[in-house]
């Protein structure tokens, strides 16, 4: 395919527009137009809906969007090693996709310390639920995924990152802060919930599971998204949840959280990096892997 026709089509997909599209990429909108309508004439199929008020792409544009992105992607990489810009400073956009537990802190500082060291990159850093996450590496919308749960992915593959440790997170004044409490225990405590998909809450029901007991056994009365919404009702009292310590650190150093341990539960687990199957590693993915391995 055409890739300047495709590189046309991804911009009027993502402006939702024309006109902005031939901004973005410098030309005039009838040549824009005249791209597309190539590229729909070699398809056999129309890719966008011009009828309303944006422009929108149809079931075929969508699919072909994300088709194309790799390419596209795969073009500007082999541009870039064919001009020998194997050394120097490193540039372009490096897009990395975390879980909401390493991703909230210890990724994040992580990537600020890397780009202030590489200031003509630019770093894009996404956190989603640990299943989006490797759904979005293995689709190659993501070059890199942190989670903290390796979940069976053909189109994926998974590699040591680092350890991390998940703590029964409570209300400073709470029974059960500074304690080692059992399951027994926490029977009787509402528990706070993540919903399905994030790496703690498949952790949890996996150590559960090896004591005989189910999440459903315990008094889960709140199902609260991610990380942040969850912390926040333990924060106002309303329950306790497992979180992962690293994510919380700064409210155990303020007092705003306090941490216990559940006896009959090894809480500890390891944090994964997760590379598309196949996929040929960029500069800076590498760069960015070797710096973090020498932080932790």
Known sequence: MDTRQLAAFCAVV?????????ERLGVTQPAV????????????????????????????GLRLYRGAQRLLSLEDQLVAEVAGESEGELTGTLQIGASTGPGGIVLAQLLCEFQ???????????VFDTQTVVELVAERELELGVVGAARRHRGVVFEPFFRDQVILACPPRHRFAGQTVTLEQLRDETLIVMQEGAGVRQMIEDELRHTGTRLRDLDVRLELGLQESVTNAVRAGYGVTFISRSSVEPDLAAGTLAEARVKELTLEREISLVRASGRTETRAARAFVEFARGRL
Do not use: I, Y
């Open 14 to 22: 993502e402006r939702k527009s024309f006109s902005q599209a031939a």
């Open 33 to 60: 137009s005249l791209q597309v309508r190539a590229l729909e004439k070699r398809l056999g199929a129309q890719l966008l809906d011009r009828s309303g008020r944006r422009v929108e792409p149809t079931e075929a």
């Open 116 to 126: 202030a060291g590489n200031p003509e990159l630019h770093v894009a850093l996404s």
